[in-house]
Nanobody, 112 residues
Framework: QVQLVESGGGLVQAGGSLRLSCAASGGTLSWLTINWHRQAPGKEREFVATITRIGNTVYADSVKGRFTISRDNAKNTVYLQMNSLKAEDTALYYC??????WGQGTQVTVSS
């Protein structure tokens, strides 16, 4: 069964960039639509971005133009490039696919 592990989070100043990784084990993610979600303290988990198996992408309005989701099937990894980060992007970021379990996430903290 495919399991996903997030990494790449950290502390960054507003306006900075981070690249998150979502690495798969136990199988290939090349056939999967992969989603990124995030959850800020005291708030519900929200959708951030998705990429289909053929590379079509959809973004939340709040990140459109700043975040880019991509995939490297050879590396069995999906990425989330985050630029022009804002304090309101601070959250625990998760990757997931339909029917999959949620992982531990990776923390992104943006200082203003």
């Amino acid at each position: 069964q495919v399991q996903l592990v997030e990494s790449g989070g950290g502390l960054v100043q507003a306006g900075g960039s981070l690249r998150l990784s979502c690495a798969a084990s136990g199988g290939t993610l090349s056939w999967l639509t992969i989603n990124w979600h995030r959850q800020a303290p005291g708030k519900e988990r929200e959708f951030v971005a998705t990429i289909t198996r053929i590379g079509n992408t959809v973004y939340a309005d709040s990140v459109k133009g700043r975040f880019t989701i991509s995939r490297d099937n050879a590396k069995n990894t999906v990425y989330l490039q985050m630029n022009s980060l804002k304090a309101e992007d601070t959250a625990l970021y998760y990757c997931n696919f339909a029917g999959g379990s949620w992982g531990q996430g990776t923390q992104v903290t943006v200082s203003s």
